[in-house]
């Protein structure tokens, strides 16, 4: 039983449309041995390990359900009780997962595991202990050799995952603060490993760090770390504080204590969670252990009067007291029978006790600490309390040492309230913890005094949130509403595209489109990270990565997600929901990769994108699969977009009130045209964005149009789209290998970086488009990891539209020969009747086309397809005529390819044809023909 593979999905994926984890597991010889089989014994086992599988319902949908389902005659197998157990290991771990799924994987034995996590490395690591724990209850026989190491221990497993998953985990209060958050809808990124956090996106962003907010003053912080000048702060405003002094010796310690008077308190300077504080010291002696104690926290160590009374802790937020908790330190009561060793066992079994912050309560450590309480009160770990003593193992009542909370929010007096207000007002904090000794919060400290001994910056939730007895209190919620008051946005719209072709263009032109309507947006492509125009980030930028960068950007105020389909089957997307998300076409591409064979599962992949759509799906009506993804959106409208005004069930959608793009003939062009409740708004003729090539380029009349359809679902005015895309044109720099024209050679250059058949077969009909006086020639290739099929399909999308073929390879071979794929396109080419004296095979990209330019001669027209776009198109633009341009590719880098005897000639170019000159003025720019401008 081993894992094969393993993938982490941080969002929506094929699997969920929240975080998972997906196993492919392979059960070997143990395929034949479900929990049927193994019996009664194993699964009483298991549930001895963990009673929490019990509560499980599984298929049943009730309690019990899963067990039920092992105990059955047959059982279950063991891919699916380790996606239980992967569940469980979470939830005694703190961690509020229910989600799992497993299916056979296709070969015997194999299975696809799918469950829940809260945090990456915790999931990883209950699927890995998940497979040890079933391994270590299999009967000796069938256990595989090296499935369990030598001296391992469940209980001693669990525990250090208990501990592993808490290092990992945000805090009690940062986990506080995200729940409340994500109750009023506003979305949180983890920006590290520990505690920090963004709430919102873009520009409305708001951080957190545990209980340190970003408006939290710099200064309060470092006051209220200060325990000398906090005491002084508050004893000026005439609020209660011990008499108190900074020490740096044992000496000054001894000497303050009796200034002071006994007893006394030490304590270090600038300590947290109780640590180092040595309490009701009565002797000089005792005070310079107390001296030793707070030293090794803190250089200098804070020596006040003992208070007597309960200690509480009350929790102000943006001035107001949100929540009141008397803390008791961690204890056990005799019982006249058994020892204080004991004792301690009765209360770990409190199903409210775990370790750390797993629960409720934290368990009591019999450690030095604990024995030195003992050793002070007379006692030791063997004595036996009488019954009703209260033996305390710690000093202080911090919950993280075992200590217990009790709400008294209800019983607070007011005078207590104000001077807690008062207090963390003083100090600056937004805010704060006061910790408050009292022998009775609901009387008066004017009566019956009492005094602050500290002021906290990032208190602690925990005690609030879940107290040991007493009503929680809400104490998250406070903060996220002075964080957010109400009607404030914490949400930048967000759209998404994907497609196999197109959506690098049409995501860059609704980054255009948004930004001439004045927006800020974050937009990812192919080629990078793009931050209100600039790139900030080069590479490949299309997963999830990507989409968390850009809205941890405090700059933008809307996003633009290019989707591919690699980042989706590697880690799902990078959000949670869009307000507006459209697939493109779904066409053969990356077909046999990661399990995708089909176009039907191409599209379920795609598909993703407007299953979390929210606002709208804008869908692709001449595709019957996008057009099919209709039934799986709940976005609240639906846009369809057409090419064809006379489809019939946009027509029926148009008439029903629907939204729609749709291109419509007129007396002036086509029209790009909009439909949205019964209103019919003409939008642009394609012959004004440059984009078009005066709409030639149907493929980007069709980019627009969907950039137009989303750009009105995110609501951008209509004059706002027009201006945006009549002033997008697709040059190399706003659009890099998408359909890129060089006009500065005797002859003419297409450049794009097409490479799949649909891709390529929309150039070449462009290419057909355009008025040429000499030849066309094509530079063509296709990525190494294609089927041979599909290569095929891209050399026939060219075949018999070319006076001239060259056939190259990429760079990256991906498990081809050197020139396995140059030859089989180009004996595709051959099959299709190009003839032989019309093909060349040039492997090397830049050998290829430096060929291509070499043969140019005025008046032809070039396509390139590029792999490496910024040196490819760097070759072009720098490239200097000779005087024998017109001269064929050396022979030495030229292998011919004989074509069938049957094959017929290349058909004449078309007539439908433009003039490119005038309409292309350099690389850095398009410019409108003349007679298009109206």
């Known amino acids: 039983m081993r894992i094969l593979d393993r993938s982490v999905y941080v969002g929506p994926s094929l699997h969920a449309h929240f975080p998972v984890i997906r196993l492919e597991l392979d059960l070997g010889a143990l395929e034949a041995w479900p929990t049927g089989r193994l019996g009664a014994a194993y699964v009483d086992a298991l549930l001895a390990a963990l009673p929490g599988l019990a509560e499980h319902g599984c298929s049943y949908n009730a309690p019990g359900g899963f067990i039920r389902r092992m105990r059955e005659d047959e059982g279950t197998w063991l891919g699916h009780v380790l996606e239980h157990v992967a569940i469980e290991l979470q939830n005694i771990a703190g961690e509020e997962v229910t989600f799992g799924k497993t299916r056979g994987a296709g ?9 829940e996590y809260a945090q990456r490395d915790e999931g990883i690591a209950a699927g890995e202990l998940a497979l040890r724990l079933l391994a270590s209850l299999l009967p000796e026989a069938i256990r595989p050799a090296d499935a369990v190491p030598d001296g391992w221990t469940w209980p001693e497993a669990r525990d250090e995952f208990i501990r592993f998953a808490q290092r990992r985990a945000l805090g009690p209060s940062t986990a506080s603060l995200v729940r409340a958050a994500e109750a009023r809808g506003i979305p949180w990124l983890r920006l590290n490993d520990q505690s920090l956090v963004q709430l919102g996106h873009g520009k409305y962003q708001q951080r957190i760090q545990a209980t340190v907010t970003g408006r939290t003053p710099h200064i309060a912080v470092e006051l209220a770390s200060d325990k000398e000048e906090t005491n002084k702060i508050l004893a000026t405003l005439g609020l209660p504080v011990p008499k108190q002094e900074l020490v740096q010796s044992e000496g000054q310690a001894a000497r303050a204590a009796r200034r002071i008077g006994f007893p006394v308190v030490t304590k270090p300077y600038n300590g947290n969670h109780g640590r180092g504080i040595s309490i009701r010291l009565t002797t000089e002696e005792e005070v310079q252990q107390g001296f030793r104690v707070a030293r ?16 509480h802790r ?10 009141a908790t008397r803390r008791t330190p961690g204890h056990v009561v005799g019982d006249g029978a058994q020892t204080i060793s004991e004792l301690i066992e009765v209360v770990n079994r409190d199903p409210r006790r775990g370790v750390g912050h797993e629960k409720v309560l934290t368990r009591l450590e019999l450690d030095a600490q604990a024995e030195a309480m003992l050793a002070k009160a007379g006692l030791t770990p063997g004595s036996v309390p009488a019954a009703g003593q209260v033996v305390y193992l710690r000093s202080t009542a911090n919950l993280s040492t075992g200590g217990t909370a009790t709400d008294v929010t209800d019983v607070i007096h007011p005078d207590n309230r104000e001077m807690a207000e008062r207090a963390v007002r003083a100090i600056g904090l937004d805010v704060g913890g006061v910790d408050f000794l009292s022998k009775n919060i609901a009387e008066s400290y004017r009566k019956i005094g009492g005094g602050i001994c500290e002021v906290n910056a990032a208190p602690g939730f925990r005690m609030h949130v879940a107290p040991s007895e007493g009503l929680a209190r809400d104490v998250a919620g406070p903060v996220i509403e002075m964080l957010f008051p ?13 497609g196999t072709n197109g959506k690098t263009t049409t995501a860059r032109m609704l980054a255009h489109l948004t930004k001439m309507a004045g927006y800020t947006p974050g937009l990812t492509t192919t080629d990078g990270v793009y931050i209100d125009g600039q790139r900030t980030v080069q590479g490949d930028m299309t997963g999830p990565v990507s989409a968390r960068m850009v809205l941890a950007d405090p700059q933008i105020d809307l996003a633009v997600l290019e989707t591919a389909r690699g980042g989706l089957l590697r880690a799902g997307m990078g959000v949670n929901e869009v307000n507006v998300g459209a697939v493109l076409n779904v066409q053969s591409d990356h077909l046999g990769l990661k399990g995708i064979d089909t176009l039907e599962q191409l599209a379920e992949v795609k598909r993703i994108v407007v299953e979390v759509a929210t606002d709208c799906a804008v869908l692709n009506a001449d595709d019957p699969h996008v057009l099919r993804m209709s039934g799986y959106t709940e976005a609240k409208s639906i846009c369809y977009v057409t090419m064809n005004p006379q489809h019939t069930l946009v027509r029926e959608h148009i008439r029903a009130g629907g939204r729609a793009c749709a291109l419509e003939a007129g007396v002036n062009g086509q029209m790009i045209t909009l439909y949205d409740r019964g209103g019919h708004i003409p939008l642009l003729w394609t012959h004004l964005i440059p984009a078009t090539l005066e709409g030639r380029a149907l493929h980007n009349v069709q980019n627009a149009m969907f950039a137009a359809a989303m750009a009105f679902s995110l609501g951008l005015k209509l004059d706002a789209i027009r201006q945006g895309l009549r002033t997008f044109d697709s040059t190399f720099f706003q659009a890099p290998g998408r359909m890129n024209v060089f006009n500065e050679h005797p002859f003419k250059v297409l450049f794009d970086y097409g490479h799949n058949a649909h891709a390529v077969a929309a150039m070449a009909d462009l290419a057909g488009r355009l008025d040429v006086g000499g030849r066309r020639i094509v530079v063509l290739a296709g990525p190494g990891d294609r089927r041979d099929e599909d290569l095929v399909a891209i050399a026939n999308a060219v075949a018999g539209r070319f006076d001239h073929y060259i056939c190259r390879r990429d760079d990256a071979l991906r498990e081809r020969g050197p020139d396995e794929v140059p030859r089989l396109q180009a004996k595709a080419l051959a099959a299709a009747g190009v003839p032989a004296s019309a093909i060349s095979v040039i492997p090397d990209e830049q050998e290829a086309i430096e060929a291509a330019l070499r043969m140019g001669q005025p008046g032809d027209l070039l396509l390139v397809f590029a792999d490496a776009l910024v040196r490819s198109w760097k070759q072009i633009t720098k490239f200097k005529p000779a005087g024998s341009a017109g001269a064929e590719a050396p022979a030495r880098t030229v292998e011919r390819v004989p074509p069938p005897a049957d094959a017929p000639r290349p058909p004449e170019a078309g007539p439908a044809a433009l003039n490119l000159e005038g309409l292309i003025r350099d690389e850095r720019g398009v410019r409108l023909a003349p007679e298009a401008e109206d």
């Open 314 to 323: 009350l929790l102000v937020v943006n001035g107001e007291l949100v929540a």
């Open 486 to 498: 109400p009607g404030t946005p914490s949400r930048v719209p967000i759209a998404a595209v994907t």
């Open 296 to 311: 090794e926290h803190s250089r200098s160590v804070v020596v006040e009067s003992f208070l007597e009374g309960d200690d």
């Open 107 to 115: 070969p015997v034995g194999v299975y696809t595991v799918v469950y």
